[in-house]
């Protein structure tokens, strides 16, 4: 199949939004954690956690700011200037998909949705319990992406749990292990499995890839 | 293991480059075609392609400005305004991670790493025919995050080719029926495998998850 940008333009707003969330590749399963000055809680998932840096050691995501619908992830981040980033686990995909579900102020997805909160390092922002990996993020900068109206939310790591099993043997993590999970587009959910692992690229140590 | 905001400045620069660059959790495998005004070709697999609307229809990825380091890719697309991703099929993922050894200017990755350079739908930049899902992109703007030096591409969809086979019964795309992969840090490559699909969540048909 080939569309055009006059094809995608013109695509059915639903199928313009399945297909066109898909084709950038597989997408991490997170969970952002928040709480809002009132000290009510919420869970969100992402699907546009990005890696940006390793010195500092800075994540960004992608959000729309609070209009019409309320952002209650963004307000409390803005409000705390805290967040926690943690991996949906295998066995959760569904509980973490229903994060998604746009519920009242005063209600809360760890609750609804099955998730145990977990206060701990003196940190305000909830992490979650049934995660592996939990990153405690502190905001640094928000970028409007005027073209299309979102805004990109950096942060830097301020706390990182990762257990002892997320390491291989090559000190390496190896996401499989702690049952990793990648979201294509917004709905389809897929389990990891570890095909190989290559060395750091030297142009004098090309492989023969002549077939 | 518990790593504080210190532990992570102060770690050996090869640990902090592998574990942070892992733990923002599964990055999707693309390699970005480009070509120079005197159509040198260049090849190059990223990692930090995202997806950031669908009307219109942009994809982000990040990248370093070129300074000490040439990067072809940023001045190709500088250049010439256009460039090609293209999803990495799973029985190419070590071709694909040579394509990251930095070549001379005049050197092309498709001949050293085993792709083939596909020129079609009047595009300049190439395409790469082992790809079963390829988008050609015109670039609409970049954005340089001054919190450590980085610059965002944005651009949007002018051709997208995807085979039937990306679709299932339910009209949605799935990764692994064309065998995408997913990448964590630098050098670790995975299979994905299709778990679950859910229905798009409303407050009023949330599953009764307490357990």
Chains 1, 2 share one sequence.
Do not use: W
């Not at 299309?148 to 706390?159: A, D, K, Q």
């Not at 390496?172 to 750091?200: C, E, H, M, Q, W």
């Amino acid at each position: 199949m080939h569309y055009t940008k006059k094809d995608i333009d013109e695509m059915d707003r639903i199928q313009r939004i399945t297909y066109i969330n898909s084709v950038s590749g597989i997408k991490p399963a997170n969970l952002i954690g928040t709480i809002s000055v009132k000290r009510q809680t919420n869970l969100a998932i992402f699907n546009s956690v990005f890696h940006l840096g390793s010195d500092p050691a800075l994540i960004g995501f992608i959000t729309r700011p609070t209009g019409e619908v309320p952002r209650h992830t963004f307000e409390n981040i803005l409000e705390s200037g805290q967040y926690t980033i943690n991996h949906v686990p295998s066995a959760f995909v569904k509980n973490a998909h229903y994060t998604s579900a746009k519920l009242e102020r005063d209600q809360s997805e760890f609750e609804n949705c099955g998730f145990s909160a977990e206060f701990m390092l003196d940190f305000k922002a909830p992490f979650v319990k049934e995660s592996a990996l939990k990153i405690g993020m502190r905001l640094k900068e928000t970028i409007d992406i005027e073209l299309n109206g979102t805004i990109l939310v950096i942060g830097e790591i301020e706390h990182l749990i990762m257990p002892d099993a997320a390491i291989d043997d090559d000190n390496d993590v190896n996401l499989a292990n702690i049952n990793g999970v990648g979201i294509s587009g917004l709905n389809t959910y897929y389990d990891l499995l570890k095909i190989g692992r290559f060395p750091y690229a030297r142009a004098s140590e090309l492989p023969d890839f002549d077939s």
